[in-house]
């Protein structure tokens, strides 16, 4: 009996992968670099389905029925590559690689291409949802050519999650759509979680709770419009207490948050594209602040204000508007980023879809998207989410909490990188005139560089050490 579908690279989440097809019927080939590790697999979950191990990469070629589906799950970058020459050159026209590892959306770009050469569909898929979701439901983001989503849409959305009997898989668009939109949910995780973490510093020390208390919050908030699985395992995070000294878990914990990269990525294509994601900018750099264990450390003694919590029944009020409008503004500038490239690379990606993939599998799978994917549905050439009549709503609610918020973190020291730039930016895309127009005038000072006028077309110059004429440029 053939395989419908290959798995080579049988870490965690390969693996899992592996097992979640296999539970839902389809004969699975499984293959890894050290057999071992095929072998173990079959041996504690052969059980569960059908399997097929193989020892080579011949085997396992062979093993596919046709068009051949072969999913790589290794490591983003050179093993990738690797796995890809391997494969590659045992494949015929039709078969397609799928590459469901965080590879960067510009190697997509150029594995496809390479690929496409050969007839070989290549298809970068971003797979959000961790061990948890990779066995039980993931969301995935497939990209690649349209037509490979017919061979692989059906196998793909038989083991995504589901909500309300829409699978949350979705062909995002050509080439290195899928990972792009991978990469940007991981961004705006990263925004998400940073907001949430600006949110406990807040109320553990503007309104002097406890960690158990602030879990309880948490969880008030969790069965509200916040509702979502970062609040939800924040609340259990909050609520642990270490076994070895009885403290809560977070204060046995070393402050400095790691990254492997994919924030990162963000920050810099965001940039590259000039789309403000400030949001998300912010949260990897207050990742980086927390590593810089030297920068810290020299400046620990700098002073601060007098610090008083407020024990302030209120305050826990006013955080939660402040986090609601914060992370409207991180998905906002999120999706920004996703239209941006879309319209870029020419993949005419449905942001509307992409909230609904979301809903459910991923890291940052909310109620909150369901409003996303409405506010795309009710129209979907939305410029900024901002605006939408739902969201919109929310911010003005929100304003006045939310700037309160951020004035008692600067009040009382507390950093709130996220909730501050959040409201920067409202106020940035709200304002009737901005400062830009002295920026440009500096500039044209220095370096001739020229600026435009309110009230003319075309482009001048002002002759600074000239009488100060302004001569068309
Ligand atoms: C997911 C996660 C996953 C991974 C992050 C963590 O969607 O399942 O985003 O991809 O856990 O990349 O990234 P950091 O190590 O950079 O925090």
């Known amino acids: 009996q053939k395989a419908q579908i290959g798995v080579t690279g049988l870490a965690t989440m390969g693996r899992n992968l592996a097992r979640n097809l296999a539970?839902?019927?389809?004969?699975?080939?499984?293959?890894?670099?050290?057999?071992?590790?095929?072998?173990?697999?079959?041996?504690?979950?052969?059980?569960?389905?059908?399997?097929?191990?193989?020892?080579?990469?011949?085997?396992?070629?062979?093993?596919?029925e046709r068009p051949r589906r072969l999913v790589v799950m290794v490591k983003a970058g050179a093993a990738t590559d690797a796995v890809i020459d391997e494969f590659a050159p045992l494949l015929e026209p039709g078969d397609m690689i799928v590459d469901g590892g965080n590879a960067h959306f510009a190697d997509t770009r150029r594995r496809e291409a390479a690929l496409r050469e050969r007839g070989v569909h290549f298809v970068g898929a971003g797979i959000s949802g961790g061990e948890e979701g990779a066995l039980n439901g993931p969301s995935i983001m497939p990209g690649g050519p349209a037509e490979s989503y017919e061979a692989l849409g059906p196998l793909l959305e038989s083991?995504?999650?589901?909500?309300?009997?829409?699978?949350?898989?979705?062909?995002?668009?050509?080439?290195?759509?899928?990972?792009?939109?991978?990469?940007?949910?991981?961004?705006?995780?990263?925004?998400?979680?940073?907001?949430?973490?600006?949110?406990?510093?807040?109320?553990?020390?503007?309104a002097g709770l406890s960690p158990a208390e602030i879990a309880e919050v948490f969880r008030t908030w969790n069965t509200g419009r916040?509702?979502?699985?970062?609040?939800?395992?924040?609340?259990?995070?909050?609520?642990?207490?270490?076994?070895?000294?009885?403290?809560?878990?977070?204060?046995?914990?070393l402050d400095r948050a790691e990254q492997k990269g994919t924030g990162r990525w963000t920050v810099q294509t965001a940039l590259d594209l000039g789309v403000p994601v400030g949001g998300i900018a912010e949260a990897v750099f207050a990742r980086s602040v927390s590593g810089h264990a030297d920068l810290r450390e020299a400046a620990r003694d700098l002073p601060g204000p007098a610090r008083e919590a407020t024990k302030d029944a209120?305050?826990?009020?006013?955080?939660?508007?402040?986090?609601?409008?914060?992370?409207?503004?991180?998905?906002?500038?999120?999706?920004?980023?996703?239209?941006?490239?879309?319209?870029?690379?020419?993949?005419d990606v449905d942001l509307g879809a992409v909230a609904t993939i979301w809903r459910g599998g991923c890291i940052i799978r909310a109620r909150f998207l369901d409003r996303i994917r409405a506010a795309y549905e009710a129209d979907p050439r939305t410029v900024t989410l901002l605006t939408d009549g739902y969201f919109a709503e929310a911010l003005a609610e929100a304003q006045d909490a939310w700037r309160g918020v951020v004035a008692t973190a600067a009040r009382l020291g507390i950093p709130t990188p996220g909730f501050s730039s959040a409201l920067a930016y409202y106020d940035s895309l709200r304002a009737e005139r901005l400062p830009a127009a002295l920026t440009q005038g500096q500039r044209d000072f220095f370096g001739a560089h020229t600026y435009r006028r309110v009230d003319r077309e075309g482009a001048f110059h002002t002759l600074w050490s000239d009488g100060r004429r302004e001569v068309e440029a």
């Not at 939660?320 to 879309?342: D, M, P, T």
Request: hydrophobic residues 45%; glycine residues 8%.
């Open 159 to 206: 083991i995504a999650a589901n909500v309300d009997g829409v699978p949350c898989v979705t062909h995002i668009g050509p080439d290195g759509a899928g990972h792009f939109v991978k990469m940007v949910h991981n961004g705006i995780e990263y925004a998400d979680m940073q907001l949430i973490a600006e949110s406990y510093d807040l109320l553990r020390h503007a």
């Open 314 to 347: 209120a305050f826990a009020d006013a955080v939660e508007r402040a986090l609601y409008a914060s992370k409207i503004v991180a998905y906002a500038q999120g999706f920004h980023q996703i239209q941006a490239a879309s319209a870029e690379y020419g993949w």
């Open 23 to 64: 539970r839902r019927g389809h004969t699975v080939a499984v293959h890894n670099r050290t057999a071992a590790r095929t072998k173990a697999l079959v041996e504690e979950f052969g059980h569960e389905g059908t399997f097929v191990p193989a020892e080579t990469a011949e085997e396992f070629v062979a093993a596919l």
């Open 226 to 253: 916040l509702e979502s699985y970062l609040i939800e395992i924040t609340a259990e995070v909050l609520a642990h207490t270490d076994a070895a000294t009885g403290e809560p878990f977070v204060d046995v914990v």
